[in-house]
């Protein structure tokens, strides 16, 4: 039933795009093509550019990233590393996890 109703729909929609397009003349229809391929090509040529733009960015970090592995393995000495995870201390005994289990 909800097939049947979605090609109803979609054959009403084409039926009623039909008839309003054939209702304008045709210079009108002809000025509104041309202009959808002009913005077509806009955007296109947006996208190509923006996509160069990406393309390039992605090279100077990749530069940069070689440039600093390059000087850090030039580097005589290793800058000392900080330690993110101590090790931890025992809990001493009497504190509160011991008397929860009681």
Known sequence: MVKFLAVLLLLAGAF???YYLGQRPVGTLQR???ELQQSLKDVSRNVLDTTLGIERDL???QGLVDAKSRLVQSLPWKPPRRESNPIPQ???SGTWPDR???
Do not use: N, S, Y
Request: proline share 13%.
């Open 16 to 18: 009623g795009a039909g």
């Open 32 to 34: 509104t093509v041309a």
């Open 59 to 61: 090279r100077k970090r």
């Open 90 to 92: 025992p809990i001493p």
């Open 100 to 102: 929860c289990g009681r």
